[in-house]
């Protein structure tokens, strides 16, 4: 954490222009962009979770297909039965 404390005498300019070269010195703002789109990785049992769910509804949507029920709705209805 950055703290400037405004000097007797000193303008507000200047005291965001001194806090400004603070910034930029320290390098914050570099290693905030640097990361700024990384996602954070899943852990593997969630991976493991979440392509076990999928494999679930695709089936699920298949034997609607197949079936001729196949819909918005169902799947909505199938989602939210898998989720409980």
Known sequence: MIHIRKKERETPESMIRRFSRRVQQ???LQSVRKHRFRLEEKSRLKRREE????VKIRKEIDRLKKLGRFDEESLREVRRRLNK
């Open 26 to 28: 320290s390098g914050v």
């Open 51 to 54: 392509a076990l769910y999928k």
